[in-house]
Structures are given as C-alpha cells and as structure tokens.
C-alpha cells in the first residue's frame, strides 16, 4: 500500500510537470494545478503510512510553494506560522548550549586519567574538523549558491552585526561581561565561553560536589533533547507557512539555489574524503582496502538514518576487527562523536556563508573568521540532539542578524544534507580511531582482524 501512494504520487506529480508545460496556452492552467496538488496529498498520505516527520516537511515545502504559487496573496499571511517555529527554535539554543557543552567537558574528567591519549585525540579533533569547516568556506564561497535567493527588501535590508572592525573588539566581544544579557541578545559565543569555563571550573571540584551540578546538566541537557523533539513535530507546519510566505514575495525561482547548495555540498564532501581523509590514513601507513571494508557498513548506516549514534555499536565491533584495541575504540569513537564532527562542521560553515549571501551581504576575511570561530566553538557537544548542525547556524545566524528566510530554505532540505554529513562524520571518527591507534603503537603494521572486520 506504501509503494503504490508513493508512485502514484510520482505519477501524479510527473503528468502534472507534463501538463504544466503544455499550460503555455493549450491547456487550461487548472489542470495542472490540480494534478499537483493531488501528488502532494498522495505524498501526504505517504507520509502518514510511514509516519515519518521528514515526510511531512517535505509536504510542508511542497504545498507552501505550491501555495505561494497559486494564491501569493494568501500566502504572504501565513508567515506567522514560521515566525512562532522560530521563536520556539531560538529558546532552546542558550540552555542546550550550556547544558552539552557542561557534560561534554566536565562529565570526561577521564580525559586526565587518560593523558596522552586524551590530549592527542582532541589536538587530531580540532585540527581535521577545522580542515573540514575551511573547506566548507571554500565551496560555498566558490560555488556563491547563495547568491540566487532574493529576499524581499524588508528582509534584505535588517541591520546585519557582524561586529568587530579591530582585533581588540573581537576579543572583547567572545567574553561576557553578564550571561543572563548574552543570553537575551542571543550572543552565542559568549554563551559558549561561560559553558566552557563553567565546565573547566566544575571539573576542577571535589567529585561529591562536582557529582550534583553535573546530574543537573545531565538531566537538563535530556530535557532539551525531547524539547528539541516536540518542537521538531511542529516543523512542517512551520516551513509550510515560511516557503508559502517566502515563495509568495519572491517566486519559484527562490528553490533553485537549493538544488546548487546541495551539489556544492556533496562535492566538499567528496574533496574532504579525497584531499584529507584519505591522506592522513596514507602518511599514518593505513592500507586502505582493508578499511575502507571495515568502514563500509557503520559508514552506510549512516547515511541512511542520517544519526551517527546508530553506527556507534557497529563501528565499534568493525574497529575492534580491523585491530584497534578496545581502550582505543572506547575512548576515541564516543569523544569523536562529540568532537570531530568533520561532516557537521563542513556543512555549517557552508550553510551560514550561504545565508549571509542570500542577505546580500559581502563578507570581509575577518567578517567570515568570526562566522567560523563561532561554529567552531559553538558546535561541540552537540551530537544526539535532533537537528543539532541546523540548530548551531541557526543560532550563530541569530548572532550576527543574519535574515530568517534562507533558514527555512536549508530546512526543508536539511534531510538530504543530513545523509551526507552524518556519513562523513562517521568515516571521520573511523579515520580518527585507526590514526591515534597507530600513533600510540597499538596497531599492527598489517592489521590481521580486517577480515574479521567484514564479517
């Protein structure tokens, strides 16, 4: 039953293409109309037999188009429905910021016990997802996918902060001088810097009184898991308001660049695999055939949930086949998840430079140091939570005033760019394992449990 509403869907929506271009003059317009709106009440009914969210955003996307296709007037009074979506979005950023980062830090106080491996493992971390984050940059910078999107003026015209003319402001301006005023103005990197030092301090204290202030964040930082899942089931009312609204004002053609912001990912990912990746394991003396059969499975996986914590277990057992000891694993893929987030990172500096096009905005070297810096910091900690990589450009977009229209645009689409991230960030942390593994001398030069690896 599933498979027959998903082609008559395409059916649907096929002949609708079809009659659309005949509608030049020969056919009547509300033909197609109708057949499109029939392929999106087909794919709705999809949705519902598969009760799948993702469906149901990609519904919103299709009849807020088709909406602010068909009665512009109309649609350009259902922004409303977006700009609730995002006041509850921007609520949960300063609470989930602080209560991850907290855990992420202070809850590894292992990482002293560990010493060398800790500190090798976050120096490979930091560096490689910077690496990925530059490319990232690059792309979009290359491809300027965003430079297709035009907002309405009101939109375009917002004063945009991107603050800091001097180093010495730049500084001034990571540190807060009061939390709770950086939190209301939406300083996304001062929050981070109170987390982090919060975290520092709270790993410093004696562990019976380390143990309360930790549960809370723990507990908090569950809490805004399932805050950030009621509001996910709100999102495809949400984007059917804002792309009705924003294809209203603006037309069809503002889609278009989705499709080119979604090539120009996939290809920085590919270059990040080819010209970093692989690479690394080449100089660490990694033969590649047996581990890219190792990796193959939690990397597939991965991609298709799009959730790096689905792979851990199986990552684990193909890495422990392959040679890496246990402590190695152990240590290294769960901090990775959480650190080394080179799929995330490369997405995010890629998807903030693309909304800071479609605003118009021509970023400096500086302007865009500070966009990065911000991600770079702001992302850690993040892994569990539903949408986390979408959550941190929103949140740094917020920060620098950046408009809300092209948010939406990259949320409709954020499934897609989700596959390919998460599958990258899983092949990272793979690379990342076997790497420190043999840093440490703990790999055998030809690793004898690779066939093992493939099951």
């Known amino acids: 039953m599933k498979n027959r509403l998903l082609l008559a869907a395409v059916a649907a929506a096929t002949i609708a293409i079809a009659a ?80 991850v980062l907290v855990v992420g830090i202070a809850g590894h106080a292992d990482l002293k016990k560990v010493g060398r491996l800790g500190i090798k493992s976050l120096i490979y971390f930091e560096v490689v997802s910077t690496i990925a984050m530059l490319i990232g940059l690059a792309a979009i910078n290359l491809s300027r996918a965003g430079e297709g999107v035009r907002l309405p003026a009101a939109a375009a015209s917002q004063p945009l902060n991107l603050s800091p003319h001097t180093a010495s402001q730049l500084i001034t301006d990571i540190f807060p001088e009061n939390i709770a005023k950086s939190v209301a103005e939406g300083q996304v990197l001062q929050i981070v810097v109170f ?21 809370f964040a723990e507990s908090l930082s569950e809490t805004m898991f399932k805050f950030t899942n009621i509001v996910m ?61 190792a990796a193959a499975e939690p990397v597939t996986l991965g991609f298709a949930t799009a959730s790096s914590e689905a792979t851990l277990p199986i990552a684990m057992e193909k890495l422990e086949g392959f040679g890496v000891p246990r402590q190695i694993v152990a240590f290294v893929l769960p901090t990775g998840y959480s650190f080394n987030m080179d799929g995330a990172s ?62 939406f645009l990259l949320f409709a689409i954020d499934q897609l760019m989700d596959m390919g991230r998460t599958a990258v960030t899983v092949l990272g942390n793979c690379v990342a394992c076997v790497v420190i593994a043999r840093w440490e001398g703990e790999l055998p030069a030809s690793p004898h449990g690779s066939r093992e690896a493939t099951g």
Do not use: N
């Open 346 to 407: 490369l997405y995010q500096s890629l998807a903030l430079i693309f909304v800071a096009q479609a605003a118009g905005m021509h970023l400096t070297f500086g302007q865009q140091t500070v966009m990065i810096l911000t991600l770079l910091l702001s992302s850690k900690g993040t892994a569990g939570v539903a949408r986390a990589s979408f959550l941190i450009v929103f949140a740094a977009a917020t920060s620098f005033h950046l408009p809300m229209e092209p948010l």
């Open 195 to 215: 987390s982090i030092l919060f975290a520092m301090a709270l790993a410093l204290v004696p562990e019976p009184k380390r143990r309360p202030v930790l549960a």
């Open 233 to 293: 089931y709100v999102a495809p009312i949400g984007v059917f308001g804002a792309v009705a609204y924003t294809v209203g004002q603006m037309g069809l053609t503002v889609l278009l660049p989705l499709l080119k912001l979604l090539a120009t990912m996939y290809i920085a990912l590919v270059f990040f695999i080819v010209f970093v990746l692989v690479p690394i394991l080449l100089l660490a003396g990694i033969p590649l055939k047996p581990f890219v059969r």
């Open 20 to 99: 659309s271009l005949l509608a030049g003059g020969h056919v009547s317009s509300l033909l197609p109309t109708l057949l499109r709106w029939l392929a999106i009440a087909l794919i709705a009914a999809y949705a519902t037999s598969r009760r799948s969210l993702t469906g149901w955003i990609l519904v919103g996307l299709l009849a807020g188009a088709e909406l602010g296709h068909d009665a512009p007037s109309v649609a350009v009074k259902l922004q409303l429905l977006g700009t609730i979506f995002l006041r509850l979005i921007r609520v949960i950023i300063a609470p989930l910021l602080f209560a």
